[in-house]
């Protein structure tokens, strides 16, 4: 089985900012796109930035500029870097890690969440 665990949430004024960490673990052969995901009350759930293997990315049009997200495959670890937040950015925000596993094949695995909170 494969854990994931996102970690780095927590409360911000508008304009500041948080680094998100999202860590896998487990029966895993290798790890393919990793993936931020945020949902905020009453909204459904949006991509806010992924990032491939090779490093292509994807921004959700709102966080482009603001928002940067890395990868370290050593880690199997994803970060996603965010400044200039405003209270809008407040959402739970998920990892989903597109992962070979050893037995299962390639599966996608998500993290419990971690909130983010920005205060106006």
């Known amino acids: 089985q494969v854990q994931v665990v996102e970690t780095g949430g927590g409360l911000v004024q508008a304009g500041g900012s948080l680094k998100l960490s999202c860590g896998a673990s487990?029966?895993?052969?290798?790890?393919?796109?990793m993936v931020w995901y945020r949902q905020a009350p009453g909204s459904q759930r949006e991509q806010v930035a992924s990032i491939t293997p090779g490093g292509r990315t994807y921004y959700l049009d709102s966080t482009k500029l603001r928002f940067t997200i890395s990868r370290d495959d050593a880690k199997n670890t994803a970060y996603l870097q965010m400044n200039s937040l405003v209270p809008e950015d407040t959402a739970v925000y998920y990892c989903?890690?597109?992962?070979?596993?050893?037995?299962?094949?390639?599966?996608?695995?998500w993290g419990q969440g971690t909130q983010v909170t920005v205060s106006a």
């Open positions: 989903k890690v597109v992962a070979t596993t050893l037995d299962r094949g390639t599966l996608d695995f």
């Open positions: 487990g029966s895993i052969r290798s790890i393919g796109s």
